[in-house]
């Protein structure tokens, strides 16, 4: 689990607002991810980070901004919410502490409703 | 190009070994392979993984091919707890994953 939460667990929101996501962890890992889950199409990267104020792209990330000012937070931001981006979002860490001894943990998602 | 191939199911009689295979022929040198499941709508969880010796932990073993271009999981005596889909995936500092595998383990 690696202590990692994410906030709001369900929302609903009208086309054209803007929305955030967070995810928090506990434990420092350097790798965070952003990834959606759709029926059909499995998980898909969003967006990543591999350290403060360091992200990149993944397979998805039109329509999809992240921040990340301190080792613990990583927001996705959707600036202006689409029927699209409905879906279930899932954070993920990942700590590099050597071949044998590394682990990744999900976070237990967000469900977002775009209506 | 896909990342990575998998079965898109697979059945499997509780107590017997389930073999699910994985295709990462475009793996890169530097990129390990990782099994995840995800039981309903959970997140999922990880499994095991590996760079290129094969790995047995806890939960599963996994085989990797000695060039490196597909991988097996197997979870030695299935139970009707292990009904999930199960992703491979490939990670550098990307972590990417396929379509999965449906398991059903039956009684």
């Known amino acids: 689990d690696a202590g990692i939460t994410q906030s709001p667990r369900h929302k609903v929101t009208e086309t054209g607002t803007p929305v955030t996501l967070r995810c928090h962890q506990t434990?420092?890992?350097?790798?965070m991810y952003w990834y959606r889950q759709d029926p059909g199409h499995g998980l898909r990267l969003i967006h990543y980070?591999?350290?403060?104020?360091?992200?990149d792209k993944g397979e998805v990330s039109d329509g999809y901004s992240v921040s990340r000012s301190k080792t613990e937070d990583f927001l996705l931001t959707l600036e202006s919410a689409t029927s699209s981006q409905t879906s279930v979002y899932f954070c993920?860490?990942?700590?590099?502490?050597?071949?044998?001894?590394?682990?990744?943990?999900f976070g237990p998602g967000t469900r977002l409703t775009v209506t | 190009d896909a990342k990575t191939t998998q079965p898109p199911s697979m059945d499997c009689a509780e107590g017997r070994a389930a073999n699910l295979p994985c295709n990462h022929s475009t793996i890169s040198g530097n990129e390990y392979v990782y099994w995840y499941r995800q039981i309903h709508s959970q997140g999922p969880q990880y499994i095991i993984h590996g760079l290129k010796n094969n790995e047995t932990n806890e939960m599963a073993s996994l085989i990797i091919t000695e060039d490196r271009k597909s991988s097996t999981l197997i979870l030695p005596h299935a139970t009707l707890r292990d009904t999930a889909v199960y992703y491979c995936s490939r990670a550098g500092n990307m972590l990417t994953f396929g379509g999965g595998t449906r398991l059903m383990v039956k009684p």
């Open positions: 980070s591999y350290g403060v104020k360091d992200t």
């Open positions: 993920a860490i990942r700590s590099v502490q050597g071949a044998l001894k590394e682990q990744q943990y």
């Open positions: 434990e420092n890992h350097r790798y």
